[in-house]
């Protein structure tokens, strides 16, 4: 336990204000990597989702590709990028690694999401006279949506928790007092900054968590907690 | 001083000649690992020694040559190489699974004792010596160094008239880049009192050599035998008033196997130069060639 109450004495020491990161700073970063990386992950991957769940088509492809890109490791492929386009681009080949990171999950979140609608419910939309876009705008997107929040979730914990590499190219977040405190085996700040990262990836899981609950349309909850239907229902985010 | 001397990009970037190195080191190993199995019969346990290395190109050199001397004494040699970094590989030196291991008197010292100060090679070899295991011995160090030092491109260098870290001491916006731990070392927190430097840090990791060519940065912390400090030709500042502890190659044995080895492994530590290590580690990094095989042509021309 001492080495717990350790870590937290460092978290809250008055030393993490000062220095070259202040602990604050560090959190900031880790974050801006975070969202900034899953932005672009969602502007990539949320409309190829959503064509491939639409029309049906490419699914083979996207799972394979995704599958590929998942296997990368990140570290690897920063260095790699690193190295390819210079010291002056590292924050952008950061941001491409931890891109490649996000896409496969949030793909698979947007095309499963639209797969996952009962069939019927589009047959009626198409029945009632609505267009392939009213179709995807008015019933596949909004019924798709919670399990799209699902990917991007997924994928916001998957980077969270990668950022750390960053600071082994020199790009500080809370990778640099990980790295700092195992350099100078300082236990305390290995665990503490630790512990801020896992605080970080529980605080944004729930954050999701409740988007998640909240984007749910009325109908679909409801229809969700019908017995009947729940023998239908996908478990979140498939793997792809 | 740097606890640990893995660094990522040299390691990613010598991947390719790694593999080579590894697969020659274990197609060697098995030819001498099969040739010596038959006559393995009648050769005692204590004939064998473990030798390990970090995962660093450089120590791993120092290891192989370590081992090739050994099998040329006859001992067979069991090569442990790659091991990664000090809190790894020290607790299997210290339980014996390890018998000799290349090391460095200050980052040893440091890693025993978090609050040594710096000194000069015989006073780090000495306080290193008193702070180690019973069942650990220090054999003889080596000339060979491979410590912190300051480095600054050579334009930079001309232009304000740079030889030692004292002559910083004017320049104004001084960057140092280097390790996330280099804010904490003392030879960064007391540059002001020990040179009269005014420094910012800026913890550029494994970036640090491309930044200050790059001139992101002005003074790059980089280990002394790095061989970017001649490729890149840079200029390493002098220190003399010691401010960067001190870390010659020094050879740690087990102490029941130290006495058996020690005439060997003392001849390549007192063979061994500073310059040496350096041309060995361009020779490894630039011109990618297996540590088996620059052993092997040091040996030839240092020991005959």
């Known amino acids: 336990m001492n080495v717990f109450l350790d870590a937290f004495a460092w978290i809250f020491s008055p030393d993490r204000t000062t220095g070259y990161l202040p602990l604050w700073e560090a959190v900031l970063q880790h974050l801006g990597f975070t969202f900034g990386s899953v932005a672009i992950a969602a502007l990539i991957a949320i409309p190829a989702g959503w064509a491939i769940g639409h029309t049906g088509k490419g699914r083979e492809i996207a799972v394979f590709l995704s599958g590929a890109a998942r296997s990368l490791p990140s570290l690897g492929l920063v260095v790699l990028l690193y190295l390819v386009i210079g010291v002056n681009f590292k924050e952008q080949a950061a941001v491409v690694a931890f891109v490649l990171l996000a896409i496969p999950s949030i793909l698979a979140g947007a095309y499963a999401g639209i797969e996952a609608i009962n069939r019927s419910t589009v047959e009626a939309g198409r029945a009632v006279g609505m267009t392939p876009m009213q179709i995807l705008w008015k019933i596949e997107v909004p019924l798709g949506l919670p399990l799209l929040i699902g990917g991007i979730r997924s994928a916001v914990l998957q980077v969270v928790a990668t950022v750390t590499i960053a600071a082994y190219v020199g790009l500080g977040g809370l990778g640099f007092a990980l790295i700092q405190g195992i350099q100078t085996r300082n236990a305390a700040q290995i665990l503490g900054a630790s512990i801020v990262v896992v605080i970080l990836a529980l605080v944004l899981d729930g954050a999701f968590a409740l988007f998640q609950r909240i984007v749910v349309p009325r109908g679909v909850a409801v229809q969700n907690s019908s017995p009947t239907r729940r023998r239908t229902r996908r478990a979140p985010v498939p793997a792809t | ?304």
Not at chain 2, 56 to 79: C, H, M, W
Not at chain 2, 153 to 170: M, P, S
Not at chain 2, 256 to 276: G, L, T
């Open chain 2, 1 to 304: 001083m740097s606890i640990t001397r893995t660094r990522i990009i040299p390691v990613i970037g010598l991947a390719a000649a790694a593999v080579f190195a590894l697969s020659a080191c274990g197609s060697s190993d098995s030819l001498q690992g099969g040739g010596s199995s038959g006559n393995q019969g009648g050769d005692d346990q204590s004939k064998t020694i473990v030798v390990g290395s970090q995962s660093y190109p450089s120590n791993e050199i120092i290891a192989e040559i370590y081992s090739q001397v050994l099998e040329k004494d006859g001992f067979t040699v069991e090569r442990k190489f790659a091991i990664g970094q000090r809190d790894a590989y020290m607790p299997s030196l210290e339980d014996g699974s390890i018998d000799l291991f290349p090391e460095y008197t200050g980052s040893l010292l440091q890693y025993y004792d978090k609050s040594a100060t710096a000194g000069s090679s015989d006073e780090v070899y000495d306080a290193m010596v008193k702070v180690l295991p019973d069942n650990l011995k220090a054999l003889d160090y080596s000339p060979a160094t491979d410590q912190d030092s300051y480095n600054v491109t050579a334009a930079f260098a001309k232009e304000n008239n740079l030889t030692e870290i004292g002559d910083l001491a004017g320049v104004k916006d001084l960057t140092f880049g280097g390790a996330p731990e280099l804010e904490q070392r003392p030879y960064f927190t007391d540059l002001k009192k020990v040179y009269g430097v005014d420094a910012k840090f800026e913890a550029t990791a494994d970036t640090t050599v491309d930044e200050l060519v790059a001139g992101n940065i002005q003074v790059a912390n980089v280990y002394s035998a790095d061989p970017r400090i001649e490729t890149e030709d840079l200029v390493t500042l002098k220190d003399p008033k010691g401010l960067f502890l001190a870390a010659n190659v020094v050879p740690i044995a087990n102490a029941d196997k130290a006495d058996e080895i020690a005439d060997a492994i003392n001849k390549v530590s007192a063979a061994m130069s500073p310059e040496e290590l350096v041309a060995m580690n361009v020779e490894s990094t630039v011109d990618q060639r297996s540590s088996a095989d620059i052993a092997k042509k040091w040996i030839a021309d240092n020991l005959g």
